[in-house]
């Protein structure tokens, strides 16, 4: 059993900064990639940010140059640290993890049940 938990989220003004964090526990082996996605109100879900257990980012063109992954392995937690924030990154943002399950041996992904954030003035 894993559980993600996001936290970090909340009201910010156009042009403000967040940094949102996510972490795994439970039965985990080890985690590959991890990513953020995110849910505006009317619109699809989509992928904001991956990264992988090496370190290799990939970014939505919607946040490259403003939004930054990370993670810290040790700590199974991975970060979105999100400046220059406008209306438009209003949304639902989830966590996602490749988790790797030592025994049963199997990789399978986990979602956080995601965070808040709005950007307003």
């Known amino acids: 059993q894993v559980q993600l938990v996001e936290s970090g989220g909340g009201l910010v003004q156009p042009g403000g900064s967040l940094r949102l964090s996510c972490a795994a526990s439970?039965?985990?082996?080890?985690?590959?990639?991890m990513g953020w996605s995110r849910q505006a109100p009317g619109k699809q879900r989509e992928s904001v940010a991956t990264i992988t257990r090496g370190g290799s980012t990939n970014y939505a063109d919607s946040v490259k140059g403003r939004f930054t992954i990370s993670r810290d392995n040790d700590k199974n937690t991975v970060y979105l640290q999100m400046n220059s924030l406008a209306p438009d990154d209003t949304a639902v943002y989830y966590c996602?993890?490749?988790?790797?399950?030592?025994?049963?041996?199997?990789?399978?992904?986990?979602w956080g049940q995601g965070t808040q954030v709005t950007v307003s003035s």
């Open positions: 439970g039965s985990i082996f080890s985690i590959n990639a």
């Open positions: 996602n993890a490749d988790v790797v399950n030592n025994f049963p041996s199997f990789v399978a992904v986990a």
